[in-house]
């Protein structure tokens, strides 16, 4: 059964799985000083969890506390208006394990930015909604 939300379908977790694992680059959302700040990310999934590599800044800082952050991924095209949004709320944290840091580097995950990203990052999604324009 579809769920139309205003004009949205409300996507199924494995719908938005699927996507999520689809997507390049996406967003990481973070609070800094009590203000949200985004950054744009190139990720990949690894068993469920969203995976990114950093420097030391923000998003690292952000894994070091075990912080709550927001992901988000999309695809639109505005003629004729189509797409989709997934947004993946959970705890930050450094991969600091071998055999996970093994596991990240097998995707071929490298940062399309510049500069030393030798961080590994991961989000264990604890909450995930999706909308698709109908």
């Known amino acids: 059964m579809t769920l139309?939300?205003?004009g949205l379908e409300i996507l199924s977790q494995d719908q938005c799985d699927a996507l999520l694992r689809q997507g390049a680059v996406g967003r990481v959302a973070v609070t800094v000083a009590a203000l949200p700040a985004i950054f744009p990310v190139n990720y990949a999934v690894l068993d469920g969890d969203i995976v990114f590599l950093t420097g030391d800044g923000t998003k690292l800082r952000a894994a070091l506390v075990r912080a709550v952050v927001a992901f988000e991924v999309d695809h639109i095209d505005p003629g004729p208006p189509s797409g989709w949004s997934v947004m993946a709320v959970g705890v930050a944290e450094?991969?600091?394990?071998?055999?996970?840091?093994?596991?990240?580097?097998?995707?071929?995950l490298r940062p399309f930015a510049g500069g030393d990203r030798s961080h590994v990052v991961?989000?264990?999604?604890?909450?995930v909604s999706g909308r698709r324009i109908t």
Do not use: H, K, S, W
């Open 4 to 6: 139309i939300d205003n």
């Open 94 to 108: 450094e991969i600091t394990d071998p055999g996970d840091l093994r596991a990240v580097a097998d995707l071929g």
């Open 122 to 127: 991961r989000i264990r999604p604890e909450f």
